[in-house]
Structures are given as C-alpha cells and as structure tokens.
C-alpha cells in the first residue's frame, strides 16, 4: 500500500515495486482512504510505503493508527523533509512496535527500495512475530523452576581484532514456546520486584562459564548486566565477590554492565554499592550511554572503567552526520575520562570500518557474531580467526 498526496510520486513507487516483481501494489492520496484499506482488510497488507507530509492528516498521525491496530506488516517512511525529521519519525514509529524497514528520501534509488525488501523479509502479511505476553506467575514459577540459561555475544578489540570477553544475555528456556527472549519477560520482572532473583543466578553461571573456559584456555572476561533494581541491597557487593571467589577465576573476569531502564529508587544507595564493588577490584561498565536515564553527572560519580555506547548511535553513524557526532563525542569524552569504549550493535562493515578510523578500543554486534550458547563460542572462535586478518590487515 503506497500513500503519497503526489500522483507522480504513485506512479513512480508503483514501477519501481513492479520492477522488482511485486504486483500487488496498491496507491491512495489520501491518508483517511488509506487507513480505512488498512482497517477493512486486516492481515492482508504486507507493506506500507508512507509519505510524511500529506494534508489532512500526516504520516505521523498515520503511524498513531498503524500501533492501534496493531499492524503486524513493515513499513518504509519517505518523505522530501529534513534528516533528523526523518529520523525521528523512524525512531517514533518503532517505540509504537511497527516493522520499520527504513526511513529514506525521494526520491526513493531502486537499489535501496530493493535492499529495503529484501531486509524486510515482505511476501507475507502479518510474518512478524509479535512476542507472547506473559503473566507474573508464570515468571515466578519459570525462576523457581531454573528455566533461565545464559547466552553469550562476543566482544573484541577493534585495534587488533582479538577476542577480549563476551556479555552475558539471559534466555528462559519456556517448555512449551521454546527460547524466550528478555523483551518478553524483563519488564514483567522489573515491574514485580524479580530483577534480583534473575541477575544472582545468571552472574553464577557466566562465572562457572568462564572457568570453563580458562579450564580450555580461554580467558575471556564476562559482562554480565545488572539494573538499579539490584543495587538496592547494601549486600549485592559481598554476594559478587563471594561468586567469583566460589568460581575459582580471578576478579578481573567478571565486568558489571549497569543498565538504567529507570531512576535511581534510592541514590545515596547505589552509589554505596558501586564503590565498594570498584573497592574489590570489580570492573563497572555504564551500559547503552545516552539512552534510558544515563547521565554526565552518572560519569562523573560513579567510578566507571567502560562505557558503552549504544546501538542506536552506532549503526549507520557512516552517513548519519547526527549520529558520527554522538559517537565521536562520547568516545572523546571516555578517553579524557580514563574509560574503555565499547560499540554495541556494530551490524556491517561501514560500522566496523567507520570506528576503525575513529581509533577506539572494543566492539560488539552481529557483524562480529550474534549471541550463542557457551558452548559454542570455541568453534565460534576459530571461524573468526579466518575473518580476522581481512578486517584487521596487518
């Protein structure tokens, strides 16, 4: 379904979809006639291009709709307007848990409306997933009955290509819907005061798998995430120490990724934690800076030895200027703190080129690998080390 006030603009989408063998393809210049297609045919719409600016009612509001419905297609937001506007409807669209394929200019270059399609996946309405929701009980009695298992991403030094650690990624193993990932069931757990029950055995098993894997020798450090929720009991230092003394690996395998998901409960608290864990010689790491409720004041008092920036500002920051930006002023920023950067969601080359050339230390992402058991990450190994000298040339 394309939406474009401009009848010239229809034709040429119309072509371009046609060309690259889609011949469904249906126009409408009018906003309110295109959301009552939408409404009249539920499932049956694979794709919607959206042009922004229309009279009447705009692309925005189209996108309000689009959520109500629960539109379940993906979506290409166009318009003639300026980047950030663009980019911003973008980032709206997805917060409203849209498919958005992309967000592009006209007019739209067939090779990138082709790579658009073919990331997308298009060819059936309604082939995205939208995640089951679960109740309390069930996650109450899903950590009781130890369904959670670890997984792990990689992380490695963008200077040499070495592999450094890994960030540890939690997965309820559910016995009926299989593998459930955390955007299903961490703010359930949040919400009813659980996050402690999920973080203390998560960390005991990223400890136990990282003496496996010095046992192989591997020394990989392992980051595992805890929110503010966990830095409200005055004990949660003792308890990590205690872990990793029980493990048998040194302190500097463990690294503590601190997610703000929301405010601090109580300040004067998590201050109290955070440096009795630098006090044992416990790494901290500030996670997805600048999004959530991380702060400068957050860097200036809290002693953190990493910081990571977020996704978001990485992938793509090649030919987005607002992005390159962000990034190159944290990363500034970091290296006059003392701290370790780490880029997450590195996702193609141009990521991993561009930050290369921006001469920083540490990067993660699917470029590099996507989360996996541990017991794979050995023979994931080895097939890096063939990638490694095409990315780091000696």
């Not at 959670?148 to 200077?159: A, E, M, T």
């Not at 040499?160 to 193993?173: K, S």
Request: proline share 5%; hydrophobic share 45%.
């Amino acid at each position: 379904l394309l939406i474009d006030d401009e009848p010239f603009t229809l034709r040429l989408l119309t072509h371009q979809l046609k060309g690259l063998g889609h011949e469904d393809v249906t126009g409408c210049e009018d906003a309110r006639e295109a959301l009552a297609r939408v409404e009249g045919a539920p499932g049956t719409i694979d794709l919607i291009l959206l042009d922004l600016q229309m009279p009447g009612s705009d692309g925005i509001e189209f996108i309000r709709h689009l959520a109500r419905l629960h539109f379940s297609g993906g979506v290409i937001l166009i318009s003639g307007e300026d980047e950030r506007i663009l980019q911003t409807a973008h980032r709206l669209a997805e917060a409203h848990q849209l498919r958005v394929l992309g967000a592009v200019h006209m007019p739209v270059p067939p090779e990138r409306l082709r790579t658009l399609l073919a990331a997308g996946g298009t060819g059936s309405a309604g082939a995205h997933r939208v995640a089951k929701r679960y109740t309390f009980d069930e996650l109450r009695e899903a950590v009781a009955g130890n369904q959670f298992i670890n997984w792990y991403q990689p992380k490695v030094s963008l200077r040499t290509g070495a592999v450094v650690g890994v960030e540890t990624l939690v997965r309820w193993q559910h016995p009926v819907d299989g593998l459930v990932f955390p955007d299903a069931f961490i703010a359930l757990a949040e919400d009813g005061g659980m996050v402690d029950a999920l973080t203390r055995p998560t960390l005991q098993r990223a400890l136990a798998q990282a003496r496996a894997w010095r046992d192989r020798g591997m020394a990989l450090h392992v980051g595992v995430n805890v929110s503010m929720d966990d830095l409200a009991d005055l004990d949660f230092p003792d308890f990590v120490a205690g872990a990793v003394a029980a493990a048998g690996v040194p302190v500097e395998s463990l690294l503590l990724e601190v997610t703000e998901s929301r405010l601090m409960k109580n300040a004067l608290a998590s201050l109290d934690i955070l440096t009795r864990l630098r006090l044992k010689h416990i790494d901290l790491s500030i996670d997805a800076f600048g999004t959530g409720h991380s702060s400068l004041a957050q860097l200036r008092d809290i002693p953190f030895d990493e910081l990571k920036i977020a996704r978001g500002f990485i992938h793509g920051a090649s030919h987005n200027p607002s992005n390159r930006a962000i990034v190159e002023a944290s990363l500034g920023m970091a290296h006059h703190l003392g701290m370790q950067t780490v880029a997450e969601g590195v996702e193609d080359l141009e990521d991993w080129e561009l930050l290369r050339t921006l001469g920083r230390d540490f990067a993660q992402g699917y470029f590099i690998a996507r989360p996996m058991p541990g017991e794979a990450i050995p023979d994931w190994m080895r097939g890096w080390e063939t990638r490694r000298p095409e990315l780091v040339p000696l």
